[in-house]
């Protein structure tokens, strides 16, 4: 049974970056080992603890309640209550965030949205009217490529809110139609078969915009409004501001608040470490870092991109079998900002995402320990992000 919401709950169905992943052979079988592992242990050690001290051994069947059979094992396998080896998803960005009073608002549609929108159709059943509202980071296709297939953009009761700056909509624009009701016909099916006539919901684009237009003038063709970015967006009792970060294009973060809580959401942002420190890049970035420093103190959850390790990001090592490269103007920070700034803005949970999606599971484990031993520490609240975590606030 799904408890009730009392404030704002977040889902996150994809935290990682680049393109989507699946553990590979190696990865599999290091998950397998381990839970045989786990489980041979917990085995050896309840038959140990019901040894009576005679030479013999204590019999299978009493520790199965009866002979051995799929049922039993199962059972006693089942009574164990094991923990599963941590699974951080392989899916790309995408959070979904419910407000008590019914707001469903998403962050960003890549391949992590397909899952979403389908526990949006399962949530909303029979209602007949619908409204999702999604607020884009930035045009790429890893945040953008599960919009068209998603099941909520092809069900005539739904209203899609489509909030971004113009790149964001104009991406979902060019291939789909979906504001412009066109599409070139040398684009038609070159990347994706559907298109606005294949899609049954409506869409409607709102443009964020860095000052105000004049008045009577539309500063795109694809929005049907146009919002300030440094005026909240108000939803009921939620309200959200955008933020530009810094990255190759053009891109927001969020910070929403409601009932006294707060959650910032900021994906593919560059703290740059140029040797330059003159370097327009380098200030444009120290820049945005400050915003965002500024804007994340105190809050209560904080979703930031930390896909590289400082070395990785230096071009020391590797990441899992790719080779040594700096990754300088990738557009992307390293654990160990995000770990300062958790610190530095005393953020109350912190989880570092945009995943790399050339890391091996088995590394992924050991950046979470370091997280941990830190949390142990400093008591600050860090850890790797999750697909399929959910978090109440």
């Not at 884009?136 to 909030?163: K, L």
């Not at 501001?241 to 910070?255: M, T």
């Amino acid at each position: 049974m799904t408890r009730d919401i009392a404030n704002m709950r977040i889902r996150f169905y994809g935290v990682q970056g680049g393109d989507s992943g699946y553990p590979d052979v190696n990865e599999r079988s290091a998950i397998v080992d381990e839970v045989r592992d786990t489980l041979l242990q917990r085995v050896f050690s309840d038959l140990a603890a019901a040894d009576d001290g005679n030479t013999a051994s204590p019999e299978l069947t009493a520790l199965l309640n009866g002979s051995v059979t799929a049922e039993t094992v199962s059972t006693y396998r089942n009574s164990l209550d094991l923990d599963y080896p941590v699974s951080y998803g392989g899916w790309t960005t995408c959070v979904h965030l419910e407000t008590a009073d019914g707001h469903d608002i998403v962050f960003d549609c890549g391949t992590g949205f397909r899952n979403c929108a389908l526990d949006l159709q399962h949530k909303w059943s029979e209602t007949k009217e619908r409204h999702l509202f999604i607020l884009g980071s930035h045009s790429h296709i890893d945040h953008t490529i599960g919009f068209d297939q998603a099941a909520v953009c092809h069900d005539p009761r739904n209203t899609i809110h489509v909030v971004g700056n113009q790149q964001f909509l104009s991406a979902l624009d060019r291939n789909l139609g979906i504001f412009t009701k066109q599409v070139a016909e040398s684009i038609i099916g070159v990347q994706t078969p559907l298109y606005y006539g294949t899609m049954a919901a409506r869409f409607e684009g709102t443009v964020i915009v860095s000052q105000k237009q004049p008045e009577g003038s539309r500063s795109t063709n694809i929005a049907a409004h146009t919002f300030i970015i440094n005026k909240p967006l108000q939803l009921g009792n939620t309200s959200i501001r955008a933020f530009e970060v810094c990255h190759p294009a053009p891109c927001l973060a969020y910070r929403i608040e409601r009932g006294g809580k707060s959650f910032v959401f900021c994906t593919d942002h560059e703290l740059r470490r140029g040797v330059d420190q003159y370097d327009p890049r380098q200030k444009k970035s120290e820049q945005a870092e400050r915003q965002l420093r500024d804007i994340a103190t105190e809050t209560d959850l904080l979703y930031r991109d930390g896909q590289f390790q400082r070395r990785e990001y230096d071009g020391e090592i590797g990441i899992g079998r790719s080779p040594a490269m700096t990754r300088l103007d990738w557009g992307h920070s390293c654990v160990e900002d995000v770990i300062e700034m958790a610190d530095q803005c005393d953020v109350g949970h912190t989880l570092v995402g945009h995943h790399e999606p050339n890391r091996p599971w088995q590394d992924y484990r050991q950046i979470d320990d370091q997280l941990d031993q830190h949390r142990q520490k400093t008591g600050r609240h860090i850890q790797l992000a999750r697909a399929e975590m959910v978090i109440d606030l």
